[in-house]
């Protein structure tokens, strides 16, 4: 059964593998939420619930970091459209090995891609990145990262370590609206499919064209 309260000496006892670090670190450039309560963080996992497998498969990785199992919400009605959507989440403990990727990723007026990407983006980040903020275009044959939030510095960096990491041949696209988006053109997405297939997620593989 699982426990709603921990004691501090019980948060210490909390580690990440390798593995799990580097998955943070795609999650991180993508959706995942991080909260600083007092002096540890916690994580906050949400998908829609078309996605609601791979939110489960989050939480078997992280499950034993939580307190409590997923839960499904409605959420308020969309302003634009004014339909209503419902989405599968769940919250880890507040815990000191989260603090560090927490800081890398964070700053007071928000999150923003560390100098040190270069470092910590691995085949395993890059794949769940895309699972949170990439798209493939079937008729393109391109995969898109919704960078928007992110500043053209930043997303230039980001562009420049997959060409000289991965030799993707990606660019950059302005948005419509505020934003940069990253484009991995349909000459590379082989060289993707082959550096990502034994990492991705089984249930996301077409985000990659799989």
Same mark, same amino acid.
């Given at each position: 059964?699982?426990?709603?309260?921990?004691?501090?000496?019980? &948060?210490?006892? $909390?580690?990440?593998? %390798?593995?799990?670090?580097?998955?943070?670190?795609?999650?991180?450039?993508?959706?995942?939420?991080?909260?600083?309560?007092?002096?540890?963080? &916690?994580?906050?996992? %949400?998908?829609?619930?078309?996605?609601?497998?791979?939110?489960?498969?989050?939480?078997?990785? $992280?499950?034993?970091?939580?307190?409590?199992?997923?839960?499904?919400?409605?959420?308020?009605?969309?302003? &634009?459209?004014?339909?209503?959507?419902?989405?599968?989440?769940? &919250?880890?403990?507040?815990?000191?090995?989260?603090?560090?990727?927490?800081? @890398?990723?964070?700053? %007071?007026?928000?999150?923003?891609?560390?100098?040190?990407?270069?470092?910590?983006?691995?085949?395993?980040?890059?794949?769940?990145? +895309?699972?949170?903020?990439?798209?493939?275009?079937?008729?393109?044959?391109?995969?898109?990262?919704?960078?928007?939030? $992110?500043?053209?510095?930043?997303?230039?960096?980001?562009?420049?370590?997959?060409?000289?990491?991965?030799?993707?041949?990606?660019? +950059?696209?302005?948005?419509?609206?505020?934003? $940069?988006?990253? +484009? +991995?053109?349909?000459?590379?997405?082989?060289?993707?499919?082959?550096? @990502?297939?034994?990492?991705?997620?089984?249930?996301?593989?077409?985000?990659?064209? @799989?």
């Amino acid at each position: 059964m699982k426990k709603n309260y921990l004691t501090k000496a019980e &948060r210490s006892q $909390f580690s990440l593998s %390798a593995d799990l670090k580097q998955i943070l670190v795609g999650l991180l450039l993508g959706d995942l939420y991080g909260e600083k309560r007092d002096v540890n963080v &916690r994580f906050r996992f %949400a998908q829609g619930t078309v996605h609601e497998e791979y939110l489960m498969h989050l939480y078997e990785l $992280f499950g034993n970091y939580c307190g409590t199992a997923p839960k499904i919400v409605k959420l308020a009605p969309d302003k &634009r459209t004014g339909k209503t959507y419902t989405n599968v989440w769940f &919250r880890t403990f507040s815990l000191p090995c989260f603090n560090e990727l927490y800081h @890398l990723f964070y700053t %007071a007026e928000g999150k923003r891609v560390p100098l040190s990407i270069g470092e910590l983006l691995t085949p395993l980040s890059l794949a769940y990145w +895309i699972c949170d903020d990439g798209s493939f275009c079937k008729t393109r044959s391109i995969v898109t990262l919704c960078t928007n939030s $992110f500043t053209l510095e930043e997303v230039t960096l980001l562009a420049k370590i997959f060409n000289k990491n991965w030799d993707l041949k990606c660019y +950059i696209n302005k948005t419509s609206d505020v934003g $940069f988006i990253i +484009i +991995i053109p349909r000459k590379s997405i082989p060289i993707l499919q082959a550096l @990502l297939k034994d990492v991705m997620p089984s249930m996301m593989g077409h985000k990659i064209g @799989l």
